[in-house]
């Protein structure tokens, strides 16, 4: 345990967001998401888990520590409803939620098409598999910076 430190994030997720720069992109996954498979193209070519949690309290303890990135309006995502992208379920009504915690304002994730959020996951630095099991708990988080002290 580390004081200050949100005691969700692991030795191995810690690491992975701190060696994170500006821009990169980090993926939370949900069970069913092939995160295995898409781990092995990314930057650290390996699965993180945070096996415990659901997609919303895994996504709160990452951004205890992860700035959204605040330049672009592709800041975070969430995997759309294949034929009906407009639905936002539960799942995502409850991350969505964290990140407007977390950011202080109401900041809407964009919606990805399902096969393009496949080809941006491969792209990406990491994938953390949480132990989410309702569908569709799958999103993009782009980090983004720390200001220096005023």
């Known amino acids: 345990m580390l004081k ?78 294949v034929g009906d992208a407009a639905t936002i379920p539960p799942v995502q009504a409850e991350v969505q939620a964290e990140i407007d915690a977390a950011e202080g304002r109401h900041r809407p994730m964009i919606s990805i098409e399902r096969f393009a959020f496949y080809d941006m996951a491969r792209n990406a630095y990491a994938v953390i598999q949480t132990g989410e099991r309702r569908f569709y708990g799958c999103f993009m988080l782009r980090k983004g910076v720390i200001p220096p002290e005023a």
């Open 4 to 81: 200050g430190i949100d005691n969700r994030l692991n030795a191995d997720v810690l690491g992975c967001l701190r060696a994170m720069g500006h821009g990169d992109v980090l993926l939370i996954s949900d069970t069913n998401f092939p995160a295995d498979s898409v781990a092995r193209a990314t930057v650290t070519g390996k699965l993180l888990r945070m096996e415990n949690l659901t997609a919303a309290e895994a996504v709160q303890a990452v951004l205890s520590v992860l700035p959204l990135d605040t330049f672009v309006d592709d800041f975070a995502g969430r995997m759309e409803i």
